[in-house]
């Protein structure tokens, strides 16, 4: 199994992420996470896709949504010379005994509070996947309340990869 | 000029050469019924008795014309009963055009009466398809439509037109019909390298598929077996590219092809694969597929190439062109060990006749000689599907009509009738199974009201036969479900519709009937007792590899 991190460029109409995710779940092919919005060109959508499966999986997906008669371009990320950032929102859980604590890890990882409220505070976190991961590991001993993620999205170092 | 969008409808009907369209009429479509009331001068509009007919009946146009068939129905029950033929055509890759109507744009989305979201439910059967959501944009969507189904792999494409946008105005400006290139060499291994595989090759065999057909590269596949002396088994959907008599042709491979196209596969150092995508019914045991060859793989579509086998070269390009590059870099060559070889492979399975039924096999031959090389066949899915495949005396691409990929029972008659209606030919033959024909038999009011001259010919084994055939075989013949025990008079059904019924139980019988029904020259039934008992062979179980081959 690999993992896999797919730009896909699309024309920016209705129904085209519909389309996309209809045509992974018809084939089997697993989506880890996706992220979706218009590009500086609005008539351009850029869904970043995670994704895994076998090198013959992973070949068969990008042919497939090559298909697509909205696809407009898309690359594989290459993890060593990509930024990929994900967001992360946590609400946790705190009071006066384990707060400190808390705040301890958070800063390790540079996670920003937004929110304080009685009883509970809330983290923002910006990076990488797997950085998220193990902030995230690193909260097992606390009570998170709510959390959400955004998926990952990310961009080629660099020169322009991929337009229209 | 200013029209409004039924006429736009019409107009760019026109502007892409279409003269006949296959629908039902309904609420949401009145508009653009209207103008084809208006036009039917120029427009031939065939209303089927059920929508699923009307849009077999436009994938049997297209398969048999080479032309885009077009279908139209209303919203809702209209629309969601063309699926089964989309699907269809979907998985055979056949250009059609299917128009919706839905309603009104200010009830979307209010679970309105007769609503349905189309377009969603027919996202994986198509190969695109929109919904019109401005006036403004309805005749370059429909002029998209028309280029879409035609292009590279053709398909079908699906576009859904709220009524408020069938009487909205707009500006009208006529354009060319809709025209594609064939892209020739896309992307893959070099030609001259896979030439000298093949040149090299002691044991080579050429498989291809329906692509053929629809890339009119049977010429170049004749003209490689020649010059190279190289045997060719091929598809269901590409019976015909080769004619049945031909003696390098080895007939059909997979599931029940023929046991000499099967083990010359099995023991090639070479396959030429153009237009196929191995499927299940083909590559059985996709791991096992001419586990000693070479394999080289030749398709338009580039998510093909090892897809279900896994190949070692790849050209991803239109048949005709590669083939045609190919073609000169292939050596003249004799490979007379390797036919020598393949003669030890040809078994035929024997059959016996007589008692109260007609062998299978004689109807074919019969209906053979009848039609000659230039008659339509039109099948339904089942065991009969399989001996028209098999027994048919197969001499043109493009007369024999079947549902190969999603294998529709129920597609038979709408298909035969858009055959008939676009060709013109007479007759148009309808071969069917008593299961199959009971699914959409409700057509012959459509072959009656235009007189469309389908013969319908249906084994009868009082069984689904296929279905069956496995419990028979597979599971300790317990017949679930398969035996339904119908009463149904076929003469009595067939005359009360308004067409001529036949039965028969003997070759003579078969023959009298036949020429009855041709000299009729309208629609006819003709029913032929066959045995229940009978099979479709050879056959290799699903999964497995000639080793496993059943004669008998």
Known sequence: MKKTYLSVLVDNHEGVLTRLSSLFCQRGFNIDSLSVAATNDETLSRVTIATSGSEEEINQIINQTKKLYEYEGMFEIDPNDSLIRELLLVKVACDSKNRSGLLEISSIYKAKIIDVSVGSIVFELTGKPAKLDSYIQNLEGYTILEMCRTGATALQRGDVKMTK | MKLNGSEIIVKVLL?????????YPGGCVLNIYDELYKNQDKITHYIT??????????????????????????????ATNLVTGIATAYMDSVPMVAITGNVGSSLIGRDSFQEVYIAG?????????????KIEDLADTLRQAFKIAISDRPGPVLVDIPKDITAAVAEYEPKPKQTVEKKSFIDGDNLAEIAE????????VIFFGGGVKNSNAGDLIKKIIEKANIPATHTMMAS???RYDMPENLGLLGMHGSVAANRTVNDSDVVITVASRFSDRVALSPDK????ATLIQIDIDQSEINKNVKVDYSVVGDAETVLGQLEKLIKENKHEDWFEKINSFRKDV???????TIHPKQIMDILSEKAGED??????????????????????????????GLGTMGYGYGAAIGAAIGTGKSPVYHITGDGSFHMNMNEACTAVTYNVPVISICLNNNALGMVRQWQKIFYGQRYSASEPDRKTDYVKVAEGFGAKGYTCSTVEEFKAALDDAVNCGGPAWIECHIDREERVLPMIPGGGTVDDIIYE
């Not at chain 2, 024997?350 to 109260?356: A, D, E, L, R, V």
Request: net charge positive.
């Open chain 2, 15 to 23: 502007e892409n050469e279409v003269d006949t369209i296959f629908g």
């Open chain 2, 49 to 78: 008795a059920h929508e699923q007919g009307a849009s077999h009946a436009a994938d049997g146009y297209a398969r048999a014309t080479g032309k885009t068939g077009v279908v139209l129905a209303t919203s809702g029950p209209g």
């Open chain 2, 121 to 133: 439910i027919t996202m994986p059967i198509t190969k695109h398809n929109f919904v019109v959501r």
């Open chain 2, 197 to 204: 595989v093949i040149n090299k090759a002691k044991k080579p």
């Open chain 2, 240 to 242: 015909g590219v080769l």
């Open chain 2, 289 to 292: 597929f001419a586990k000693k």
């Open chain 2, 350 to 356: 024997p059959y016996s006749t007589g008692g109260n």
């Open chain 2, 375 to 404: 008659g339509i066949f039109v099948t339904d899915v089942g065991q009969h599907q399989m001996w028209a495949a098999q027994y048919l005396h197969h001499v043109k691409a493009e007369n024999f009509l079947t549902s190969g």
